[in-house]
């Protein structure tokens, strides 16, 4: 009887000190979505102290860390959760996201590989093997890998945006905006959305149709100097030569170097290095 009493109190603590756990875990996912990445940190860590062997909290403080650009500390713990749980799909995808960045490439593909391997249904690990395959300059590959994302999920908007640019690296230009219109029309306020469309359609020298798309993009993001050295030179294409100036002093003036060389050039003035 006396065994079945200390028993039972030390079931009744694992389960308060689970409870415990469980409740960290979701204040940090709480605090992660709100962009509050120390509070959410520290309550996994607080999580991690209490249960060394919740792979949950490992990862999900890994992926503050990759939120924050702590790519080699997130490594650490992205290596804990898979160590813990190697049957987690978004564990080796959220591991590849470091490896990428950490610029181990072969890394980052293993992992995005294990990550669909795991769970072909996750359209978000799709993605991520898509873009490292389109980094890598095999369109092919990664066309596939978007194709398939969005036979999974089809209300994502990145994942057309992400086809459609390598759509455009195909030259395959008026794909690429049938593309870019789904995405905006799920979600009209990316800015980039339009950039991208813009590129495509001055391709295809619809330069105009590419202009009014590069002043959405400005208007939902004024602080992208490309923006500006782009529109600069569709001015330049419509003979708009006092804007395109406007332009590339403005894109200069905000860090972007190629909109000072562009800026001098138009104005015949000699470049001060």
Do not use: P
Request: glycine share 4%; net charge positive.
């Amino acid at each position: 009887m006396k065994y079945f009493g200390f028993t039972l109190i030390i079931f009744l603590i694992i389960c308060c000190n689970n409870n415990k756990v469980d409740k960290l875990i979701k204040a940090g996912d709480v605090f992660r979505d709100s962009g509050k990445f120390d509070k959410a940190i520290l309550a996994y860590t607080k999580a991690i102290e209490l249960d060394k062997n919740s792979a949950i909290a490992y990862n999900n403080r890994g992926t503050v860390e990759n939120s924050l650009n702590y790519f080699s500390t997130a490594l650490n713990d992205l290596n804990q959760a898979i160590k813990i749980d190697s049957s987690n799909s978004a564990f080796f995808a959220n591991r590849g996201v470091a490896f990428e960045h950490l610029n181990n490439i072969e890394a980052a593909l293993v992992d995005y590989k294990k990550a669909v391997f795991l769970d072909s249904s996750s359209y978000l690990a799709l993605n991520d093997l898509g873009n490292l395959y389109c980094k890598k300059q095999n369109y092919d590959l990664a066309l596939r890998c978007f194709d398939k994302a969005i036979s999974k999920e089809n209300l994502f908007s990145l994942l057309y945006n992400n086809r459609g640019q390598v759509k455009e690296n195909l030259d395959l230009y008026n794909e690429a905006i049938i593309d870019y219109n789904r995405a905006i029309k799920i979600d009209s306020l990316i800015d980039y959305y339009y950039y991208n469309r813009a590129i495509a359609k001055y391709h295809l020298n619809d330069y105009y149709g590419a202009l009014k798309d590069i002043q959405i993009a400005i208007k939902l993001n004024k602080y992208n100097s490309i923006y500006y050295y782009s529109r600069g030179m569709l001015y330049l294409k419509t003979n708009e030569k006092d804007k395109s100036r406007i332009d590339f002093k403005k894109s200069y003036e905000m860090g972007y170097e190629k909109g000072k060389i562009k800026y001098f050039e138009i104005c015949n003035k000699k470049l001060e290095l």
